[in-house]
């Protein structure tokens, strides 16, 4: 769900009433296990207009992201998004840089705003979301493991294992390494509120 998409040009507005009944036939099929959820892409300027879309529905889960605003300041605009639309996961800390080659040392720099962005997320109760695509695919194994570092140190306790898929090939993306990720981190899978 993403309003005024630079890359699409349009509004990117799931059809709610087809989802819920597509999952609903679904569920029939695979006995009640198929949940709803959605990527909501906070746009400040729209941000009227998200929460106006997000009133009458329902959604087991609800990924808190941060695309675009056009310009920069990416983590300006990730800390100010957090808190401003209900959510249980902060999808991709890493999206704004994920395609650029960042290394810790380069993201230490930041590391104030990222301990408040963290501090924010946990008080807003959102999951911590380890993605497997900026993990395996964008190459940023290390950013996560600096970022789990400063999670935990903050006590974080909610944490969410993504694999980004837009296709069916990165369906459970390096599922069995982010497991083994976890285990290295002593999060105990009662901390994991969801692998999608």
Do not use: T
């Not at 099929?29 to 300027?45: A, C, D, L, S, V």
């Not at 998004?81 to 960042?102: K, M, N, S, T």
């Not at 230490?108 to 497997?132: S, V």
Request: contains cysteine; proline residues 2%.
């Amino acid at each position: 769900f993403d309003l005024s998409n630079p890359y699409s040009k349009q509004d990117d507005v799931p059809d709610y009433e087809a989802y819920s009944k597509e999952i609903a036939e679904l569920n029939k099929q695979y006995n009640n296990r198929i949940k709803k959820g959605i990527e909501i892409g906070y746009f400040q300027p729209r941000e009227a207009d998200i929460l106006s879309y997000l009133a009458d529905k329902e959604f087991d889960l609800k990924l808190l992201s941060v695309h675009h605003n056009g310009v920069n300041d990416y983590l300006d605009r990730l800390e100010y998004a957090i808190g401003r639309v209900e959510a249980d996961v902060l999808a991709h800390f890493d999206y704004g840089f994920r395609l650029f080659d960042l290394s810790v040392k380069d993201l230490q720099i930041y590391e104030p705003q990222l301990i408040r962005i963290f501090k924010k997320m946990i008080e807003n109760n959102l999951a911590f979301e380890l993605n497997a695509k900026s993990i395996y695919l964008y190459h940023h194994e290390d950013l996560y493991r600096y970022a789990l570092s400063l999670v935990q140190q903050l006590g974080c306790h909610r944490y969410s294992i993504g694999s980004d898929g837009h296709k069916l090939a990165h369906f459970r993306l390096g599922f069995d390494q982010l497991g083994s990720l976890l285990e290295e981190y002593s999060i105990s899978k009662e901390e994991v509120i969801n692998y999608r």
